[in-house]
């Protein structure tokens, strides 16, 4: 093969073969490419970055997408221009790298926060059990001095209704949270049920609880503990659980107006207010099971229940206070231990059910804590059996955490102010956090 030759070259070079294609081209000044006709002009690599003005090498640089700087006499320029105007979209690329990793990590960060608020109110909840399992002990203690020094009467103040309300709202708020998975709470509501079954048993030894509804509740609550123990040992068949809730339900909705009639006629001692409102339960299921009720009523016994639990919560106290306002000597007979361990215990469990955005638990837990806790020692207040020192000091310290609760809730859901997360709450569109 022929050494090319080359134009206003000096002397003749030669190549060593391989080093151009089959019919190598000539070289002209300027790095342009003389070709046999029939092939693609190619470039020099020597000359690779000089402008070319052919009309071949401007087809060969039009299919490169670099027409544009074969056709400008400034081809190095333009293409170096071109180099520096792409840097500026790869700084860009970086920056949004850099961006989103920074929001990345607020997210992340965000997220930790959040985790951390979620540990400590399951943390809140499971120290709850500790006030609630010592809660009646105070008060079994002084029932027992009073009847071993046979000062019966000194019980007459305890009322049975609204104790008796208060565990089956244990029992079914216990079926309640046990299909959440809140084990904690599962806990303390059968702490709250044995506690407030012995302290009952004292009540029926002194006479002031009829033996017509003692001994059908006694049945209730041996069976529903059973049963519940089984549940949590998961020896207890699914299908026997779903009945046992549906009886439960029944049983809470005789408990209602129950409950509400002696609140307000302690003397009464009818149950037609129990035989009504389970007729109206049995009357539920009945429609419900032969599909007569519309479609927004169907499927609704579990909320059912945990409403009825959260309104004999809510009645629980209500008995008491009437006795306690009506007649402030007699609340001697009951222990102000027990009423602030109650408080304690309700007011530790506000966070988790705010945070979880559960309406039924934060109703129970709040009014508890406010009506069965604060408004019962502001009637020992007045009554003189408690120092308003220490009323004010426990006031502050219940409403200020409330304050905290709010402020910290608000801050974790990014809420524009605390009481959003009160708003988000009551919505019926309110988010609920699995739990």
Known sequence: MAAPKISNASANLTQPSGMFEPCSPVVARGGNIKSPQGLTPRRSPRFANRPSNT???????????????????????????????????????????????????????????????????????????????????????????????????????????????????????????ASKGEGSATFVQIIGVTSTAVLLVQVFIAGFFPAHFFWPIAAIITVGVALGLFKMANALDDRVWKVWQAVLGLIGLAMLPQTLCMAFVPTTTSAMPALTGALLGVSYVALEEFRLLPAQLLGLRPRISAWTATL????????????????????????????????????????????????????????????????????????????????????????????????????????????????????????????
């Open 312 to 435: 004999l919560f809510m009645l629980m106290p209500l008995p008491q206070l009437a006795n306690n306002f009506s007649n402030p000597a007699s609340v001697h007979g009951l222990s102000v231990l027990s009423i602030v361990l109650g408080m304690i215990g309700n007011t530790l469990m506000i966070p988790r059910a705010l945070f979880t955005r559960d309406l039924v638990w934060f109703v129970g837990c709040s009014w508890g804590a406010t009506l069965m806790g604060w408004a019962q020692l502001l009637s020992f207040t007045i009554a003189g059996a408690l120092s308003p020192v220490l009323f004010w000091t426990v006031t502050l310290v219940y409403f200020g955490f409330l304050s905290y609760v709010l402020s910290r809730d608000s801050r974790e859901h990014e809420l524009a102010r605390p009481l959003k997360s009160l708003g988000e709450l009551f919505s019926p569109s309110a988010p609920k956090l699995a739990v």
């Open 55 to 177: 009309p071949q090498a401007s087809s060969h640089l039009t299919a490169m997408g670099l027409d544009k700087a074969a056709q400008s006499p400034g081809m190095r320029k333009s293409s170096l221009s071109g180099r520096h105007s792409a840097a500026p979209q790869v700084g860009k690329h970086r920056l949004k790298t850099n961006v989103s990793r920074h929001v990345s990590d607020e997210q992340q960060a965000s997220q930790q926060t959040s985790i951390t608020w979620d540990t400590l109110t399951v943390t809140m909840t499971s120290l709850s059990t500790v006030p609630f399992l010592f809660l009646l002990v105070p008060q079994v203690y002084k029932n027992a001095l009073q009847l071993m020094a046979g000062n019966s009467k000194a019980l007459a103040i305890i009322s049975w209704a609204g104790y008796t309300s208060g565990m089956i709202a244990n029992l079914l708020l216990f079926s309640y949270f």
